[in-house]
């Protein structure tokens, strides 16, 4: 298809939720190495009550849809995660408007408003080893993919895999951002919890629209 309905909006939310529910864990895990382990928690309760609020009631609109997600993990997540995720559904529900369905270059400005809403409030730049790393590469490869003509399917799985490599690339720096950074050199040697769950919300996002 060349757009995502708000149906299929919803659908990537719904993985989104059960990705980070499976890989709870390991997310935990992650942030237990460089953190207060607790990513994986923080980001499991959030993501369900994201996921009972859109069972509750049926948004009428992409902007209803992203924003009530956004202020869901605003205020049921304490951690940093929280209203950094948040204003990235924020500032989307934002830029889409009332609308039913996006194209390609409506999800692309909408992905990259919340790719901007996070550099707002995190302050993050590319190498301090945060969920930044994985998603300014995964929005920047969504665009180039457009841009050559690819469809909705082959742009979102071009993002995913940049989401990953970026997660991955994560893993040797010393982190400059967050609890992390308190560690400074002995950050090195483990990815970013927050990268990590960035990339599953790229790769949901791929399956969702391939699905
Ligand atoms: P907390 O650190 O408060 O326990 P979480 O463990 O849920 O919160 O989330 C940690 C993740 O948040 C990090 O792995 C990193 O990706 C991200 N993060 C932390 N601070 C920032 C920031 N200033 N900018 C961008 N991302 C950040
Ligand atoms: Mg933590
Ligand atoms: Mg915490």
Known sequence: ADTVSIATLQDWIIRFGAAVAEKREWLTELDSAI???????????????????????????ADDLL????????????????????TFFLRMGMTTGAVQDLDATGLAAALRAGLEGIVARGKPEAGDKTMFDAMSPAVDALDAAIAGGADLAEATQAAAVAAATGRDATLP???????????????????????????????????????
């Open 35 to 61: 953190g207060d382990a607790d990513h994986g928690a923080n980001m499991a309760r959030g993501m369900s009550a994201v996921t009972e609020k859109l069972a509750a009631s049926a948004p009428a609109a």
């Open 67 to 86: 924003k009530t997600v956004g202020m869901t993990l605003v205020s049921s997540v304490g951690g940093a995660s929280g209203p950094l995720y948040g």
């Open 173 to 211: 720096l010393v982190a400059r951002k967050g609890r992390a950074s308190y560690l400074g050199e002995r950050s090195a040697g483990h990815l970013d919890p927050g990268a990590a769950s960035t990339t599953l919300l790229f790769e949901t996002l791929a399956a969702a629209i391939a699905a």
